[in-house]
């Protein structure tokens, strides 16, 4: 039975951005919902035009052609085994046929040479549409290509965009990342055609007009992210520091799911950005992806061996080691980064993060305790 489809405001969306972003902090998985995409747009009576294009960085770079799309994963629809090259047969008519879209492309894994595509890679295509709001606030136009089971808009980890996750019949998970006309149409953007989204490669399937030739060629993705300002290290270590005290001041009031997710989620993306930094540091030819992507590979064995303890269980106990774990890596990590790059790092607040976690993980065991000689 095909999932029911309503139009979806684009105000409603950027509200559940916001809204999943602040209790998060940071990504949801992959790809993070990013409310920014909606200046991108200007609402008028059944058009979105784009009216700015904020967070673009990097440096124009080029891509090549790549090997696409193995045929591991198949959906059935009548009989019929549909595959990632059956799904892509169908796409190319389609966009054919449709005067607003101008271009389409294969991006991500299954289009890169570099880490392949596998059995449990997705499909990302981008759309460079003169009507990108179709394809935002509406979902009818999936029954155009195959029956989908679940759909919803996420931001995507790089380039600030939105796309349209859909999971089809069969198991098959594509995204759609639709790109105004515009602003592509002068030139392509530098955050478009840099790490992560045009670096690791494309695979031009529709080009009505010749974009894909105005992409610059010989690009290479950066290998992880530029290294930070004092400053913005001093934000990101004063801001875990001082989560960490919350997280243990959650748990010492009894509230372990609350600490548990400072610990698991906000805390843990402060620490992926430090390994990540003293990867760059300690080994600058290493590439470190975005998001944690591919981390067993690439990050340090100690660092590895520290984070199977630097999660916990459902269980008040396991969390309080965890989040020790977790603020001792953190740490280390950082006065490394601190003494190479020459940065001040705040050991006085750093040693008094530590006491005050350690007092107050005694209060919770001595309160616990009387409440068993209580019973």
């Not at 695979?203 to 290294?227: F, N, S, T, Y």
């Not at 290493?286 to 269980?315: I, K, N």
Request: charged share 25%; with cysteine.
């Amino acid at each position: 039975m095909p999932i029911e489809h309503k139009k979806t405001p684009i105000k409603w969306v950027v509200g559940q951005a916001i809204l999943l972003r602040q209790e998060a902090g940071g990504h949801t998985g992959p790809f993070s919902l990013c409310p920014t995409w909606y200046l991108y747009y200007k609402r008028t009576p059944g058009i979105a035009q784009q009216i700015e294009f904020p967070g673009i960085r990097g440096q124009r770079k080029s891509s090549h052609r790549c090997r696409i799309y193995p045929s591991n994963f198949q959906m059935v629809r009548g009989g019929e085994e549909m595959t990632y090259e059956m799904f892509l047969e169908r796409v190319t008519p389609w966009a054919e046929a449709r005067e607003d879209i101008r271009l389409v492309m294969i991006i991500g894994s299954r289009a890169r040479m570099n880490v392949p595509s596998d059995e449990w890679s997705d499909l990302d295509l981008v759309i460079v549409t003169k009507r990108p709001e179709l394809y935002i606030e509406s979902a009818e136009w999936l029954q155009e290509l195959a029956e989908p089971k679940l759909t919803f808009l996420e931001g995507t980890a790089v380039g600030e965009l939105v796309e349209r996750r859909v999971l089809f019949e069969g198991g098959l998970d594509v995204d759609f990342i639709p790109l105004p006309y515009e602003m592509v149409a002068g030139g392509w953007p530098k955050g478009i055609t840099a790490s992560g989204v045009l670096g690791r490669g494309y695979w031009v399937l529709v080009d009505k007009e010749g974009l894909g030739a105005d992409i610059p060629r010989g690009m290479v993705a950066e290998k992880g992210q530029r290294m930070p300002s004092e400053a913005e290290f001093s934000q990101i270590v004063n801001d875990f520091l001082y989560h960490v005290v919350w997280a243990a001041k959650k748990l010492g009031r009894g509230e372990l799911w609350m600490g548990k997710m400072a610990c698991d989620s906000g805390l843990k993306w402060h620490l992926l950005k430090m390994i990540e930094w003293h990867t760059h540091l300690s080994r600058p030819e290493v590439d470190t992806w975005h998001s944690g992507r591919f981390l067993d590979t690439w990050a340090e064995t100690d660092v590895l061996t520290e984070l199977q303890t630097a999660y916990a269980r459902y269980d008040l106990q396991e969390v309080w080691s965890a989040l020790i774990v977790t603020q001792r890596l953190f740490s280390r990590l950082a006065q490394t980064c601190a003494d190479i790059m020459d940065y001040y790092y705040p050991l006085s607040g750093d040693e008094y993060v530590i006491e005050l976690i350690g007092a107050y993980q005694k209060q919770k065991e001595a309160r616990l305790d009387k409440t068993d000689v209580l019973d």
